[in-house]
């Protein structure tokens, strides 16, 4: 099972940015489709965004579509979340995990291997 270690949050103005990484343990991180949730306060975790082992055709939440984007580089056993355009509603504890089911998938179920997530907040 691979580990999971998030970090980048903090605090942002509406209309700023952030980077969150992943960063993974193991030597097969190169082989796993792995994606981004958040969880505001009170309310359930939801899916951000996902991309594939090799990078290619990640998937976004339409609440993030266009104002996020997802990378990873292999060779560091990490993982990116770019957020731009921040909006008070992108506040939230965001985590990163892998991918278990179908490629497409947004369930939290169909993922593992949480990591202990980073908090986000973006003040108005």
């Known amino acids: 099972q691979v580990q999971l270690v998030e970090s980048g949050g903090g605090l942002a103005q509406a209309g700023g940015s952030l980077r969150l990484s992943c960063a993974a343990s193991?030597?097969?991180?190169?082989?796993?489709?792995m994606g981004w949730f958040r969880q505001a306060a009170g309310k359930e975790r939801e899916f951000v965004a996902a991309i594939s082992w090799s990078g290619d055709s990640p998937y976004y939440s339409d609440s993030v579509k266009g104002r996020f984007t997802i990378s990873r580089d292999n060779a560091k056993n990490t993982m990116y979340l770019q957020m731009n355009s921040l909006k008070p509603e992108d506040t939230a504890v965001y985590y990163c995990a892998r991918l278990r089911g179908a490629y497409y998938n947004t369930h939290q179920s169909d993922f593992d291997s949480w990591g202990q997530g980073t908090q986000v907040t973006v003040s108005s």
């Open positions: 193991g030597r097969t991180f190169s082989t796993y489709t």
